[in-house]
């Protein structure tokens, strides 16, 4: 069973950046969608980023142009470089793996923008 590991995530102002990692001990990562989603009080979890086995990309409008998400299939490793960020973007954010119908999540990081 793949186990995900979230990291990267603090405090950051208004307009700052942060980087989130997500590092699995899955032995096929290369064949897993990787998606980044995030989770504010009170609201549903949605679909920040994601990639699949093949590379294609897609983002929430929200962060189309902010963020960017990454993978190394060498190191079983997800980033989501995240820049310009707005209050609104606090949430936890949670990574994901994807595959035969089957997702796993990681136990998420706390990301709050603040002045």
């Known amino acids: 069973q793949v186990q995900l590991v979230e990291s990267g995530g603090g405090l950051v102002q208004p307009g700052g950046s942060l980087r989130l990692s997500c590092t699995t001990s899955?032995?096929?990562?290369?064949?897993?969608?990787m998606g980044w989603y995030r989770q504010a009080p009170g609201k549903q979890r949605e679909m920040v980023a994601r990639?699949?086995?093949?590379?294609?990309?897609n983002y929430a409008e929200s962060v189309k142009g902010r963020f960017t998400i990454s993978r190394d299939n060498a190191k079983n490793l997800v980033d989501l470089q995240m820049n310009s960020l707005e209050p609104e973007d606090t949430a936890v954010y949670y990574c994901?793996?994807?595959?035969?119908?089957?997702?796993?999540w990681g136990q998420g990081t706390q990301v709050t923008v603040s002045s």
């Open positions: 994901n793996a994807y595959y035969g119908g089957v997702g796993t």
């Open positions: 899955g032995s096929i990562f290369s064949s897993y969608t």
């Open positions: 990639i699949t086995s093949l590379g294609y990309i």
